[in-house]
């Protein structure tokens, strides 16, 4: 008697109210208030990139020979080097207390230091004493965006419909290229202004200052949307499930720390840090770096670079979406594949293009760059994250994200201006970038398709509630449902148990009314 007292843990059949069902007004205000954080975080990638020899000039006018340029540099990426600290603390935090609330956090951190970087003492006051306030504010901004990429993305891809995942999220980096198109554009503004105001020497005498100030306006506005955005669906779904597995250290779908994580997901993490990192070096090449490479390298003024950058971000921008319902169709994988191909054959040629210095070239080359960048980061929000489970997702999408951007992404403007300077070959952003490519591809061929399936450890996510009774009426003969990922487990009294089995071989019994034999 005691063995049917115990508790069971039974599996049910996924049931119409188990879908979740987002309608696309609610899907379009979460997703602009989540785009804001990424357009915020990559209007700073845009002014410090563009700004970087001016700021050399600023923060390190007394440091000796080319150091200065590598100093400002390092500047940019030791925001990076801070990220997995900030992942590793953020990530597990979003996992237990929600994704809105770590992604206002974020925002409010990122906003405030960009500011702040506008009203720092320059080396002309205070030395090279300069750079340190500088570095400390770029650690600040590491931090929050350690939670800031990982967060949104986990966000929109929990928020979008299954069977079009991949072109909802693709607008969170539509948000981020256009955020650097304008931080480009505010510097490019900037510049044309004050010189024609004061001078060649205006931008190094107080002009840097501007583009960063603008962030005060603009990160109120983006703090105002986060407040906004409600959370994610899948998150709200399994804080309500009774499934056993979430506190089970032994299960991979259930909450994990960081140790738990690794634990159970390293294989995948590895997956992850390979695909960012041909998705970053390549992105950050095109972003952070070539304003540098091209005015020291190709000889082009700064204005130039910016005006010839910016409508291929603009126009790369608006392919992210159709690019998103590609992958939809077709999957994540043969996207990912066009994305490694077209970097390794485009790479070199854009780069000997490049060396023409004209601006006609100058804006052909960076388009032939941004065609396997584009095919990346379309993808990228939708493909990335549907790698972990729901209960620890966020966490796991910081450490694999953060790790690689910062050990190969954010590093990319730093390296690939050594590895010119240690070499004297131009050409070895373009030979890191197609290194890079080549690890993505074989972590592509690694990894699950999931395009038009729910997420891991989720429920199945869809537009309308026709949708959810047609799914769950087929949920037998649907390839693509996965209902032992789903948190369907219950936990029943063995009576109780018993009795609903009687009931289910007796059907007809039951609906009689016919009471079932004592157990």
């Known amino acids: 008697?005691?063995?049917?007292?115990?508790?069971?843990?039974?599996?049910?059949?996924?049931?119409?109210?188990?879908?979740?069902?987002?309608?696309?007004?609610?899907?379009?205000?979460?997703?602009?208030?989540?785009?804001?954080?990424?357009?915020?975080?990559?209007?700073?990638?845009?002014?410090?990139?563009?700004?970087?020899?001016?700021?050399?000039?600023?923060?390190?006018?007394?440091?000796?020979?080319?150091?200065?340029?590598?100093?400002?540099?390092?500047?940019?990426?030791i925001s990076f080097l801070v990220r997995p600290l900030g992942g590793?603390?953020?990530?597990?935090?979003?996992?237990?207390?929600?994704?809105q609330r770590v992604l206002f956090l974020t925002m409010t951190m990122m906003a405030v230091a960009t500011a702040l970087i506008g009203m720092l003492p320059t080396s002309a006051a205070i030395g090279l004493w300069a750079i340190v306030p500088l570095y400390f504010l770029k650690m600040v901004q590491g931090f929050s965006t350690g939670g800031e990429y990982a967060g949104a993305t986990t966000y929109v891809s929990e928020f979008s419909p299954?069977?079009?995942?991949?072109?909802?999220?693709?607008?969170?980096?539509?948000?981020?290229?256009?955020?650097?198109?304008a931080g480009a554009s505010t510097v490019a503004i900037t510049t044309w202004i004050v010189e024609g105001i004061s001078g060649s020497g205006a931008m190094e005498a107080y002009g840097w200052r501007i583009p960063f100030l603008v962030a005060i306006p603009l990160g109120a506005v983006a703090i105002w949307f986060r407040l906004k955005i409600p959370e994610t669906p899948a998150f709200e779904a399994e804080a309500e499930a009774d499934d056993a597995r979430l506190h089970d250290a032994d299960d991979p779908l259930g909450r994990h720390g960081i140790i738990g994580i690794f634990r159970h997901h390293w294989r995948v993490i590895l997956i992850g840090i390979a695909l960012v990192a041909a998705t970053n070096t390549a992105g950050y090449a095109l972003t952070s770096y070539m304003p540098t490479y091209l005015e020291t390298e190709v000889g082009v003024s700064n204005l130039m670079a910016a005006i010839a950058t910016v409508p291929v971000l603009i126009v790369m921008s608006a392919c992210l979406p159709l690019i998103g319902k590609l992958s939809d169709r077709i999957g994540r994988k043969p996207v990912y594949g066009i994305a490694v191909v077209s970097t390794?054959?485009?790479?070199?040629?854009?780069?000997?293009?490049?060396?023409?210095?004209?601006?006609?070239?100058?804006?052909?080359?960076?388009?032939?760059?941004?065609?396997?960048?584009?095919?990346?980061?379309?993808?990228?929000?939708?493909?990335?994250?549907?790698?972990?489970?729901?209960?620890?997702?966020?966490?796991?999408?910081?450490?694999?994200?953060?790790l690689a951007v910062s050990l190969f992404g954010g590093t990319t403007p730093l390296f690939s201006q050594a590895l010119i300077d240690l070499t004297g070959n131009t050409y070895m952003p373009a030979f890191y970038i197609?290194?890079?490519?080549?690890?993505?591809?074989?972590?592509?061929?690694?990894?699950?398709?999931?395009?038009?399936?729910?997420?891991?450890?989720?429920?199945?996510?869809?537009?309308?509630?026709?949708?959810?009774?047609?799914?769950?009426?087929?949920?037998?003969?649907?390839?693509?449902?996965?209902?032992?990922?789903?948190p369907l487990d219950i936990i029943v009294p063995a009576v109780a148990?018993?009795?609903?089995?009687?009931?289910?071989a007796d059907p007809e019994a039951d609906a009689a009314g016919k009471k079932p034999e004592p157990v």
């Open 434 to 486: 197609m290194f890079f490519a080549a690890l993505g591809g074989v972590a592509m061929l690694s990894m699950k398709e999931t395009a038009q399936r729910p997420l891991l450890g989720s429920f199945p996510t869809v537009e309308t509630k026709a949708e959810a009774k047609e799914l769950v009426a087929e949920q037998d003969e649907n390839d693509l449902l996965d209902t032992s990922t789903m």
């Open 1 to 77: 008697m005691s063995s049917r007292k115990k508790a069971m843990t039974k599996r049910r059949r996924l049931e119409v109210d188990d879908v979740l069902v987002v309608k696309k007004s609610k899907l379009r205000t979460a997703i602009s208030g989540t785009v804001v954080g990424n357009f915020m975080e990559w209007f700073d990638f845009g002014i410090y990139g563009y700004l970087a020899v001016t700021l050399t000039a600023v923060f390190t006018s007394d440091a000796p020979g080319g150091l200065g340029l590598l100093l400002t540099l390092f500047g940019f990426a």
């Open 162 to 181: 299954d069977r079009s995942r991949g072109y909802w999220s693709s607008f969170l980096d539509v948000g981020s290229y256009v955020g650097f198109a």
């Open 497 to 504: 148990e018993m009795e609903q089995e009687r009931r289910d």
């Open 344 to 402: 390794i054959v485009l790479m070199i040629p854009a780069f000997t293009i490049m060396q023409i210095g004209q601006e006609w070239a100058v804006m052909l080359a960076l388009a032939m760059v941004a065609i396997p960048v584009a095919f990346y980061v379309a993808i990228s929000a939708s493909a990335l994250p549907a790698l972990f489970p729901t209960a620890s997702r966020f966490g796991a999408m910081a450490i694999a994200y953060n």
């Open 88 to 99: 590793f603390i953020l990530g597990p935090l979003g996992d237990r207390i929600g994704r």
